[in-house]
């Protein structure tokens, strides 16, 4: 991790964006003029006067008024121009303070990378949360998708593998030299030590999607990319909003633990899951619902664990399964609810494990079976409400496989 590297500022400078002196008040002297003549006007008109005596003489009484008049206007003046220099001395003040609070976050964010960079585990988990507090208190938002930008880096660097168990015993039968298995145990702590550190990030990322938009320490909207990475532990995003933004886990392998989506809700982002391996995690979408916005699974693989959708509602978003196969994991739909948006399995595999529909209702919206194979595992539709899926039968084919099954009243519909 670099330590030099330095967080983006706002594209424009407070300051720069005040006007002249001068500028200022000819305009604030030409709106007073403006307003003034408006209101002499307008009383003219209610008060209807049909023209002014001209005979009439210069009094004492009209000349002393004339002098309060003039020195009114001189005040007024004076008043404006007060005004127009507290005005930019405001402005000049806030532009100052932000460039305070941007050189400090600077300052404390180069601190914060350098921890990160660090060969202790324990300085990289300080300079984590000194980098999600920083990504809190960013004076704006782009400062703050810096710090996230950082953390997520992170998360795709190269990470040393498991080193596994202790070495086996010698082949004449003896254990390994003491000075080998202290070795294995110092390569074995380091990296539950710096694995605990990237479940750190996890862990903080889940939990700032928890608090809602636009409150302190919110990171909802803000791009979140996970490409690549490797989910090897628990990541919550439990009742999390996608609201905003881009998320990417393309090519992210999930390999153990539990990643939870439960009753999240994605309505205007795009959550990318390309070429995502599901493996060994337990990854739930249980009563999340899909109201807007893209989420992609094109080309992901799910080979072991389980990924869950039931109770889901799908009633606006882009769901895009295309290419995807499905060949160990057990796949829950059960008791969701396809009633708009487009869901797609178009080209899929399903080869093994087993894939469940049960309960769905299919009451609207675009769910699409066309050009998947049905191969090996096990697909139940039963007691599902709403017609067949678009490209479902003809999919199936017939005689229908015996690890398929559907119901009773739309086996009629196949050629």
Avoid at 125 to 150: E, M, S
Wanted: hydrophobic share 40%.
């Amino acid at each position: 991790m670099a330590a030099n590297q330095k967080p983006r500022s706002a594209p424009n400078d407070r300051e720069l964006r005040l006007w002249k002196v001068g500028r200022a008040l000819t305009l604030t002297f030409a709106v007073a003029v403006l307003v003034a003549g408006g209101v002499f006007l307008s009383l003219v008109a209610l008060l209807d006067f049909q023209e002014i005596d001209k005979t009439a003489k210069l009094d004492a009484k009209t000349l002393f008024d004339l002098v309060k008049l003039s020195f009114g206007v001189v005040a007024g003046a004076g008043a404006l121009v007060a005004l127009v220099v507290a005005y930019r001395r405001q402005r000049v003040d806030e532009a100052g303070a932000h460039r305070e609070a941007t050189r400090l976050h600077t300052e404390r964010f180069t601190q914060a990378v350098e921890q990160l960079g660090s060969d202790s585990p324990a300085v990289r988990l300080g300079g984590v949360h000194a980098l999600a507090g920083l990504a809190d208190d960013a004076p704006d938002d782009n400062l703050r998708q810096t710090c996230i930008d950082v953390l997520c880096a992170y998360l795709r660097l190269p990470h040393t593998p498991d080193p596994g168990d202790l070495p086996d015993p010698l082949p004449d039968g003896t254990s390994p030299a003491e000075e080998r298995r202290d070795t294995h145990q110092d390569k074995k702590d380091r990296y539950r030590a710096l694995r605990e550190v990237r479940h750190t990030i996890l862990r903080l990322i889940g939990e700032h999607y928890r608090i809602p938009k636009g409150t302190h320490r919110s990171w909802q909207g803000c791009n979140l990319d996970l490409t690549g990475v490797t989910i090897d532990g628990p990541m919550d995003f439990t009742e999390a909003v996608f609201s905003g933004g881009e998320v990417s886990f393309a090519g992210a392998r999930f390999s153990g633990g539990s990643v939870l989506f439960s009753r999240a809700t994605f309505s205007d982002s795009h959550v990318h899951f390309s070429g995502a391996a599901f493996s060994g995690s337990h990854v739930d979408f249980i009563g999340a619902t899909f109201s807007g916005g893209r989420v992609i699974f094109l080309g992901s693989m799910f080979s072991g664990g389980s990924v869950r959708f039931s109770r889901a509602t799908f009633s606006g978003s882009n769901l895009d399964f295309l290419g995807s196969t499905f060949s160990g994991s057990d796949v829950h739909f059960i008791g969701a609810t396809f009633s708009g948006g487009n869901v797609h399995f178009i080209a899929v595999n399903f080869s093994g494990g087993a894939v469940h529909f049960d309960r769905a209702r299919f009451s609207g919206g675009d769910v699409d079976f066309d050009a998947a194979r049905f191969s090996g595992g096990n697909v139940h539709f039963n007691q599902t409400t709403g017609p067949a899926p678009a490209g479902l039968l003809q999919a199936v084919g017939s005689p229908v496989p015996t690890e398929v099954r559907l119901r009773t009243d739309w086996l009629p519909a196949i050629p």
